[in-house]
């Protein structure tokens, strides 16, 4: 099965940095990946997703990235404010499969002011 | 449009009893809902796949007789957890995906269960 790693696990940046955040996956034949954001006893809100025929995708402050050789794709959070602070999830998925989302492990994210 | 819901969002319940989780698309029909645990600090889990008017499809390790799962309609499943234990205490969220199946999977908010 799918098995997806997720780096780092917490991560601290003053406001107006950037965030980035690296997972990698092991099945090649996913091809979704969305990324969550949840916080504190929330759902998991989709803010960005990319599919496998895409190398990078852009929506206002957040940007993703997807390597397919590697199977690493990237979070990258331009401008943090303090209200980006929260736990955020990639997740991989082969869409031919049953459509099952496998998780990393989170990044808890705090941005300081 | 694409709300997921679910009922109750929080619950406390002796050892030894069941307890029923609701979770319903409000917006659109789900041939497909997901159910997953989470504990603190922890990922999402998938515990099962729920297909409407077929038997889920459990992830390896998570009992089907302590977990059971309905899904009989296109905008309803539930997640029943029987004879419950503390350590069954955790955060179950459930998701829909619309039909016909897309890739995008919309997340409910979540339940509380709390097994004293």
């Known amino acids: 099965?799918?098995?997806?790693?997720?780096?780092?696990?917490?991560?601290?940046?003053?406001?107006?940095?950037?965030?980035?955040?690296?997972?990698?996956?092991?099945?090649s034949a996913s091809?979704?990946?969305?990324?969550?954001?949840?916080?504190?006893?929330?759902?998991?809100?989709?803010?960005?997703?990319?599919?496998?025929?895409v190398g990078e995708k852009k929506d206002q402050r957040i940007a993703v990235t997807l390597n397919k050789t590697a199977k690493h794709f990237s979070l990258h959070i331009t401008e943090t404010q303090?209200?980006?602070s929260a736990v955020y999830f990639c997740a991989a998925v082969f869409t031919g499969g049953g459509n099952k989302l496998t998780?990393?492990?989170?990044?808890?994210?705090?941005?300081?002011l | 449009g694409a709300v997921v819901s679910q009922?109750?969002?929080?619950?406390?319940?002796?050892?030894?009893?069941?307890?029923?989780?609701?979770?319903?698309?409000?917006?659109f029909q789900a041939t497909t809902m997901f159910w997953y645990r989470q504990f603190p600090k922890q990922s999402l889990m998938l515990m099962a796949t729920s297909n409407e008017g077929s038997k889920a499809t459990y992830e390896q390790g998570v009992e089907k007789d302590k977990f059971l799962i309905n899904h009989a309609s296109l905008t309803l499943s539930t997640l029943t957890v029987t004879s419950a234990h503390p350590e069954d205490?955790?955060?179950?969220?459930?998701?829909?995906?619309?039909?016909?199946?897309?890739?995008?999977?919309y997340f409910g908010p979540g339940t509380r269960l709390t097994v004293l």
């Open chain 1, 1 to 27: 099965g799918e098995n997806v790693e997720q780096h780092p696990s917490t991560l601290s940046v003053q406001e107006g940095d950037s965030a980035v955040i690296k997972c990698t996956y092991s099945d």
């Open chain 1, 31 to 53: 091809n979704y990946f969305p990324w969550y954001k949840q916080e504190l006893g929330k759902r998991p809100q989709l803010i960005i997703d990319i599919r496998s025929n």
């Open chain 1, 82 to 84: 303090p209200e980006d």
């Open chain 1, 103 to 112: 998780f990393g492990t989170g990044t808890q994210l705090k941005v300081e």
């Open chain 2, 7 to 27: 009922h109750p969002s929080w619950v406390i319940c002796k050892s030894g009893t069941s307890v029923k989780i609701e979770c319903r698309s409000l917006d």
């Open chain 2, 89 to 105: 205490s955790s955060f179950y969220i459930c998701s829909a995906r619309r039909a016909p199946a897309t890739d995008t999977q």
